[in-house]
């Protein structure tokens, strides 16, 4: 039975690896191992694709922290689009373009930098998001790691 190869860069199934479990070793070991320099790098259509469902799938997350603030609800959908925005338009373009240029210059697997971008994209997120809005900083924390872990958990399956 061959696995779908989405499952292999899920949140879950990295973890797994880390911990020596992987359900499918041959094949997701194999593609979480390869080298950086062995893999194509994305287009730029493929880009826009993956950064259009990111902002679609983490602007419910953007939202909660104005929702307990006690924002107005056109201020909680107008600043959860700015955040959601200007939080990912900062972010993404070095996830896709920066890190893995940089995986290659230091010999990197595709496993060892996704486990680096993905840690990167919510600390890089947070204190964009902490600097402008100042709101509750651990619901405003807990909110982005969400909306991130949502976004590489489910948009593997829809891209």
């Known amino acids: 039975m061959t696995a779908?190869?989405?499952t292999c860069y899920s949140p879950l199934n990295i973890l797994l690896e880390l911990i020596g479990h992987t359900q499918e070793p041959s094949l997701c070991s194999s593609l979480l191992h390869t080298p950086m320099s062995e893999l194509t790098p994305i287009t730029l259509i493929e880009y826009l694709k993956t950064l259009g469902l990111t902002l679609f799938l983490e602007f419910?997350?953007?939202l909660i922290p104005?929702?307990?603030?006690g924002y107005t609800l056109r201020e909680i959908l107008k600043k959860g689009f700015q955040s959601a925005f200007?939080?990912?338009i900062l972010s993404h373009p070095i996830i896709y373009f920066?890190?893995?240029a940089l995986a290659v210059?230091?010999?990197?697997t595709y496993m060892d930098m996704l486990i680096r971008a993905?840690?990167?994209a919510p600390l890089l997120e947070a204190i964009v998001f902490f600097r402008i809005w100042k709101l509750n900083q651990p619901l405003s924390?807990?909110?982005i790691v969400a909306a991130n872990l949502t976004s590489w958990g489910v948009g593997i399956y829809l891209i």
């Open 4 to 6: 779908n190869i989405s």
């Open 60 to 62: 419910f997350f953007f």
């Open 66 to 69: 104005f929702i307990f603030h």
């Open 86 to 88: 200007l939080c990912n």
């Open 98 to 100: 920066i890190f893995p």
């Open 105 to 108: 210059t230091c010999e990197m």
């Open 118 to 120: 993905e840690i990167f």
């Open 141 to 143: 924390l807990a909110s």
